[in-house]
């Protein structure tokens, strides 16, 4: 049987998605985005799945798009027509991640390179091995960072340090990129997995419906007014003190037991 692209494994409330070209450092054809897809929105759609993984088979995470890809998209005259590429790909995986009901974690396991580094960057909590690297390799073909690059980076390490990783394309060490607050932990690589065990039966069981919602307003704030920010906090409040985990939270909270919560 063939080997699929993105392997998917299904562990009480946690949906573990792992990137799967390991010759090719998982860099991404159509097709493994095809199946990304559709495991996210799987994932997605599935009230069973509490939490989300992304990770890489093998040494690496992921390169960015496969540059050997005979399905890369050629326009009508031939020529490369990158648009249609991102279009199709690039642009909805980034929004699905940004959108997905749930807490997505990638755990960084080698090299993320290219699309490979900024599709990490847009999952919620990202963890790296010590010996990971991050690498905005576009500038070294003649690109801009795309797959929400030229968001995310200003946004979580500030302008000069943006602007240096994308127009000089250096590798990032893990270790330097979690003390630039690109991402939100570096650990040993024996440490790698126990660690995001941990955290992701810690968001399994977590008041799922608060956190999609703590993630839309964090998400809302890049562009807002405070007054408009506000308003969204509120609101989001509004519909989470309506929900079964806040009254269970507040009735573990009086009873002094541990919380229950149900996503719901
Ligand atoms: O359509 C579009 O282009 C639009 C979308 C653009 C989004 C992008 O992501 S553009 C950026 C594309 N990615 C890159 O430019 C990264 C290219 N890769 C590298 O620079 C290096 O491979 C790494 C720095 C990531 C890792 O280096 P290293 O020395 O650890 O590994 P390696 O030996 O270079 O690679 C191992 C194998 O993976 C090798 O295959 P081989 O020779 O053993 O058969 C290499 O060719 C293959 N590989 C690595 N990256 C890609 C790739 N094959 C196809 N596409 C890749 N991106």
Same mark, same amino acid.
């Given at each position: 049987?063939?080997?699929?692209?993105?392997?998917? &494994?299904?562990?009480?409330?946690v *949906? #573990? =998605?792992?990137?799967?070209?390991?010759?090719a !450092?998982n860099s /991404?054809t159509?097709?493994?985005?095809?199946? !990304?897809?559709?495991?996210?929105?799987?994932?997605a759609?599935?009230?069973a799945v509490?939490?989300v993984l992304? #990770?890489?088979a093998g040494?690496?995470f &992921? @390169?960015?798009?496969d540059?050997?890809?005979?399905? %890369?998209?050629?326009?009508? +005259?031939?020529?490369?027509?990158?648009?249609a590429?991102?279009?199709?790909?690039?642009r909805?995986?980034? =929004?699905?991640?940004? @959108? %997905?009901p749930?807490? $997505?974690?990638c755990? $960084?396991?080698?090299?993320?390179?290219?699309?490979?580094a900024?599709?990490? !960057?847009? &999952?919620?909590?990202v963890?790296?091995?010590?010996?990971?690297? /991050?690498?905005?390799?576009?500038?070294?073909?003649?690109?801009i960072?795309d797959?929400?690059?030229?968001?995310?980076?200003?946004r979580?390490?500030?302008?000069?340090?943006? %602007?240096?990783?994308?127009?000089?394309?250096d590798k990032l060490?893990a270790?330097?990129?979690? +003390?630039?607050?690109?991402?939100?932990? &570096?650990?040993?690589?024996v440490?790698?997995?126990? #660690?995001?065990?941990?955290l !992701?039966?810690?968001?399994?069981?977590?008041?799922? *419906?608060? =956190?999609?919602?703590?993630? *839309?307003?964090?998400?809302?704030?890049?562009?807002?007014?405070?007054?408009?920010?506000? +308003?969204?906090?509120? +609101?989001?409040?509004r519909?989470?003190?309506?929900?079964?985990?806040? *009254?269970?939270?507040?009735?573990?909270?009086?009873?002094k037991?541990?919380?229950? /919560?149900?996503?719901?």
């Amino acid at each position: 049987m063939e080997e699929p692209l993105v392997r998917v &494994c299904h562990s009480g409330t946690v *949906r #573990t =998605l792992a990137l799967n070209r390991p010759k090719a !450092l998982n860099s /991404f054809t159509g097709e493994m985005h095809g199946e !990304l897809r559709a495991a996210l929105d799987a994932a997605a759609a599935d009230d069973a799945v509490r939490a989300v993984l992304i #990770t890489g088979a093998g040494r690496g995470f &992921c @390169a960015g798009q496969d540059l050997n890809d005979p399905g %890369m998209a050629a326009g009508a +005259d031939g020529k490369p027509d990158i648009a249609a590429v991102i279009e199709k790909n690039y642009r909805p995986l980034a =929004l699905r991640l940004q @959108a %997905m009901p749930v807490p $997505v974690v990638c755990a $960084v396991n080698g090299v993320a390179a290219g699309a490979g580094a900024n599709i990490a !960057l847009a &999952c919620d909590i990202v963890i790296a091995a010590q010996s990971a690297s /991050f690498i905005q390799a576009f500038c070294k073909i003649g690109l801009i960072p795309d797959s929400g690059g030229t968001y995310f980076l200003p946004r979580l390490v500030g302008a000069a340090r943006a %602007m240096g990783l994308a127009m000089l394309g250096d590798k990032l060490p893990a270790q330097q990129a979690a +003390d630039w607050g690109l991402i939100w932990k &570096c650990v040993p690589d024996v440490e790698l997995a126990p #660690t995001v065990d941990a955290l !992701l039966a810690q968001l399994a069981q977590a008041p799922t *419906r608060g =956190l999609a919602a703590t993630k *839309r307003a964090l998400y809302a704030s890049a562009a807002a007014t405070l007054e408009a920010q506000l +308003d969204l906090e509120r +609101d989001l409040q509004r519909e989470l003190g309506l929900s079964e985990d806040y *009254r269970e939270g507040v009735t573990a909270f009086k009873e002094k037991r541990a919380p229950r /919560f149900k996503g719901k």
